[in-house]
């Protein structure tokens, strides 16, 4: 049910990212859809590679489950943590031009289903690492 929920928030933040107008003039919402679209296709490949049951045909499948979730629960942190960072400069009017087309909300929106997602990939990461440990 983790897989599926981090499924759903990262395409949710890589779309309502890329949506918005000028998300290519900055590097931290650049990295949010980078980051979107990667967990999405790795969640897809663990969903579909759980049906196809994996776990049983791969050795080593625990570990490397264990290092994947701890890699994208990390870097989807820190992509959030640098969309908030651009959108609070929105806010303070430090960077008056980064909302100009009125998409701000998109921006906030990408940031927040970012974080959400890193949340529910850490929770991921840490099933992962017990299953490691009971292997």
Same mark, same amino acid.
């Given at each position: 049910m983790l897989r599926l929920a981090s499924w759903f928030c990262a395409m949710i933040a890589f779309a309502a990212t890329s949506d918005g107008k000028g998300y290519d003039s900055e590097s931290a919402f650049q990295f949010v859809v980078a980051m979107g679209v990667l967990v999405w296709l790795y969640e897809m490949g663990v969903i579909?590679?759980?049906?196809m049951d994996?776990?049983?045909k791969v050795s080593k499948y625990e570990l490397v489950m264990f290092v994947a979730d701890l890699f994208f629960?990390?870097?989807t942190f820190i992509a959030a943590i640098? $969309? #908030?960072s651009?959108?609070?400069?929105?806010i303070t009017g430090t960077n008056d031009k980064l909302c100009d087309h009125g998409d701000g909300s998109n921006f906030e929106a990408g $940031? #927040?289903?970012s974080f959400?997602?890193?949340?529910i990939l850490m929770g991921s990461t840490y099933l992962s690492y017990l299953s490691w440990r009971t292997a």
């Open positions: 579909v590679g759980h049906f994996l776990q049983n629960a990390l870097m640098a $969309a #908030a651009k959108c609070q400069e929105k $940031a #927040a289903f959400f997602t890193s949340f």
